[in-house]
């Protein structure tokens, strides 16, 4: 019998955390799901714990692979689904109770949908990412009106935030959108699931938008999300030109998101480079050098941008890297140590000045 749901879980060195997250999985309310848990070559216990749970629930498949990445393991458990309906867990993060049932009932109740989109919340004290879209559903043309003008960013808010945070596993996804449109290059590996979960809101037929926090995201220091790692830059220009070619070329209107989006992944490498570089100059040498190998700074247009993040783009085509990164450190010092009223005055003049 076909599963209403396939589970998807990638696994890889999550050994500490995978029984919290497999277990929330397996006592879910609604029931009729299998649950494809892939063990992409993991060198601690976790292929191992996969198979035992395997053993002891019917509906768990395991996939061993040699390691090939994430989206490689998400790809060897999509072409073994049988599931109407397909969502994904990571293997450190766990879900609520109700995850299914709720996400189940509401395909039911908007058939149209192809993608429901449901709110995310922290294992700590951070504040949980917006999921800003009013809850609802959104037929094509809604989406059209309502969601694609604002998705990748929401030009309506102060700072740069999607109206559709662009990860895969807050959402779930009819089987054949998600066939049809899921990532082929392994090359990416960083911004990948905003490449597929954009190109698929843009081929869904219609979205249901759920403000019910389901899923639990494990805020650990220490992973991909909060390093900077020495090819960022240079998977940040190969994925840009995945979004060109797979959904540019069919939706010109959002390229200036598209370029927004990649110009705060810009300024945020800056953040982070200058953290792990151990001085700015180093960091200055460190992103210069990425950006001079790439050519990411000039494939971005300025046109549409915020005039904040155009001052960055000029410093960083005229390769004035140290200046940027001084600017930069400049305005976060003054984010996190200034009192809030005045840096809201700062950023609405500098708003209105871009107006």
Known sequence: MTPFFSVIVPVCNVEPYLAQCVDSILSQTFADFELLLVDDGSPDGSGALCDAYAARDGRVTVIHQPNQGVTAARQAALDRARGAYVCFVDGDDWVMENW????????????????????????????????????????????????????????????????????????????ELLQGHFIQDRSITIYEDAA??????????????????????????????????????????????????????????????????????????M???????????????????????????RAISPRELPGRMRLFLALLRH????????????????YYHRPAALFRQLTSRADAAED
């Not at 094509?140 to 309506?156: G, S, V």
């Not at 982070?272 to 190998?293: C, F, M, N, V």
Request: charged share 25%; aromatic share 12%; net charge positive.
């Open 100 to 175: 299914l049932e709720t996400i189940h009932s509401l395909f039911l109740e908007n058939p149209g949908a192809d993608m429901v989109a449901f709110r995310m919340t922290m294992s700590d004290d951070h504040s949980d990412p917006p999921l800003t879209a009013r809850e609802g559903y959104y037929d094509k043309a809604r989406m059209e009106k309502e969601i694609y003008p604002y998705m990748i960013w929401d030009r309506r808010q102060p700072f740069l935030i999607q109206l559709i945070p662009g990860f895969l596993w807050s959402k779930a996804y009819r089987r």
């Open 196 to 269: 597929m979960v954009y190109e698929c809101l843009y081929h869904a037929r219609g979205l249901y938008v759920c403000q019910q926090a389901l899923y639990v995201y494990r805020y650990r220091e220490g992973s991909a999300v909060l390093s900077y790692a020495p090819k960022d830059i240079q998977n940040m220009k190969v994925c840009r030109d995945y979004l060109m070619d797979h959904l540019i070329r069919q939706a010109p209107e959002l390229l200036p998101q598209v370029d927004a989006f990649f110009m705060d992944k810009l300024m945020r490498a």
């Open 271 to 297: 953040t982070l480079a200058e953290h792990h570089a151990g001085s700015l100059r180093q960091a200055a040498r460190r992103i210069g050098a990425d950006l001079d190998e790439t050519g990411l700074a």
């Open 319 to 334: 390769r004035a890297y140290l200046t940027a990164v001084l600017v930069h450190r400049g305005r976060v010092w003054l």
